[in-house]
């Protein structure tokens, strides 16, 4: 493997790794207040359907990319509703999200459409265009440095860039503001916060809408800017392993993105190996290589991480009379 | 994911009937509200299917067919849900033990069905408990939570299934990734064919033995959870992890059993599509049955006398939904997908919702709080 196909590797690394970022921040601020968020591909799909159907109907990525937010942003209402209002189960009410998305969006689609489930394929200004960087073409002469930053820094569409900033944003309001300390805290003890003086479900409530904002980014991101329109299940397990990262990465920003590169680059690594024969054991099933981010997640969750420990109130209801 | 029942001011038949009711009800409202989004008249659709439904012979024997996958993952899910374990992988471990339903088939060739079929019940057993055995000993042992790791086994088992039936299972000298037909000595007898012995009359549907064994299986659930020491355990550790500990019962050792009875529930939904009615082991044919045993096990309260009527609602929405997808071209047939999510939210997430409401009705008109 050569330099440039290294670089490519990265590259696309880099663009599988951003839904994974969102909607693992996303699942962060949510759970870092105590309310656990299954329902993050559920949203994220939502998303994806709502960007690609105002991004068709409209010609507009932005319009799209709003749509996409608001439509994350009722699921995460609900799912705030349920958990903190009726203090339901929150798992319960996730896994509900998932499957109302998957159900509403394949029929609103088809209904819509009558594409079978898709909607139209969208180009031109409906969909978030690369964008290069100043000075990439100039110093893509420079041995090294050059070609990085043309091809793996530079080239990228804005959502890219926003998931990447994302986390040294999130990781700024959770230690370093006083919204982050109480967020952080309500996700501990509840009751201090309480006694503190500061509404627990109001903290809540916000956490859980940051997280809609975020899932409806990464939900546009993969129908308006990675992919070209909305097709049924088009999230295929990216919310679940989202979650599965922000475990590994112990509920902290810097580890948490470490987690969505490492999925990323297993999937990038995917499509490169199909077909190939590795040294030593031969060609490996296509199925194999499909299945290695989840095996992956499996393994990792199973010996690497350690005991990783949740929030503390995490997926406790709080009642204030107690 | 409480399953008790029975809450201070509700009589014990409100909780069990009324509020599942309640739910349904709900659902059913959301979806009619969808329906007229798109268009259409909510009416007519629902009519249409519970004519689709339950209006035919044919109909009611293609929604007991559906209902008995069903009450096999709403099994799998309510056996977890009692030992305080969110099994979502139903969908991975029916379709590894419809796998080893289908291994069984191919390898017992010419038995006749009556003898082959307590080997296809282990062996649909043992592979859904296999495929269990891992998150269930992760959950218990490794403190992984098991809501994640059966997720990732429901995409690895989909992988693995696509993998050998493709290279290993597949009918040689065939494009479509599927196995060669079963013997039809082994073809579980049909309930037409049954009835006809009987001298009943009824229309050929996919209706067959499996369904029976899912009502025995639904007893012995029952006994197994309500009636046995061990289902005490498991139900103590559900309840109390900290108290079941202290009792003296090793709740990792419970878990690990629940999850492998959860996954042998999901395991038996092979006896019913591959052994009952494909014939032939092919992809896909959970088609969701496991995520929805989930719907099934909330609103029928975890307990067997509310799966079966769970399982034969939402074999009615499947058969109905199907019908309604083909008089409405623009009506797609995931419409059942979102009423199971809006049953999912409200009998599980929002339970508590329409309890106090339904209380004050209860409460008899004329007390007034003595102290205020």
Redesign the interface.
Known sequence: MDFLQILSLLDSTIRLAAPLILAALAGLFSERAGVVDIGLEGKMLAGAFAAAAAGAATGSAWIGLLAGITASLVLAAVHGFACISQKGNQVVSGVAINTIAAGLTAVLAQAWFELGGRTPSLDGASRFAAIDLPLAQTLSGIPLLGPVYAELVSGHNLLVYIAFLAVPLAAWIAYRTRFGLRLRAVGENPAAVDTAGISVPVLRYQAVAIAGVLCGIAGAYLSTAQGAGFQENMTAGKGYLALAALILGKWKPVPTLMACLLFAFADALQTRLQGVPLPGIGEVPVQVIEALPYILTVLLLAGFVGRAIPPKAAGLPYTKDR | ??PQTGSGELPRWATIVALPLINVGIALLVSAL?IL???EDPLAALGIMVQGAFGSGLGIGYTLYYATSLIFTGLCVAVAFHAGL?N?GGEGQAYIGGLGVGIACLALGGWPWWLALPVTVLAGMAFGAAWAL?PGY?QAY????V???T???N??AS??M??LL??VLINPGQMSPESREFDPSLFLPQMHEMLAVLGMEVDATPLNLSFLIALLACVLIWLYIWHTRAGFRLRTVGANEDAARYAGIDPRRTILIAMLLSGAMAGLLGLNEVQGVQHRLMLNFTAGLG?TG??VA?MGRAHPAGIVPAAILFGALYQGGAELAFEY????P?????????V??FA??????FKPALSRLFRPRRTIPAEA
């Open positions: 994911m409480s969808v989004s798109i268009g969110f979502i891992i992760l490794r403190g992984s939570h809501v994640i790791t997720i990732m086994f995409f690895i992988a693995l696509v993998y493709v290279n995520f989930i719907a909330l071209q623009n009506i797609s995931e419409l059942v997908v979102v009423i199971q999510g809006v999912i939210l599980g997430a929002l339970e508590h919702m």
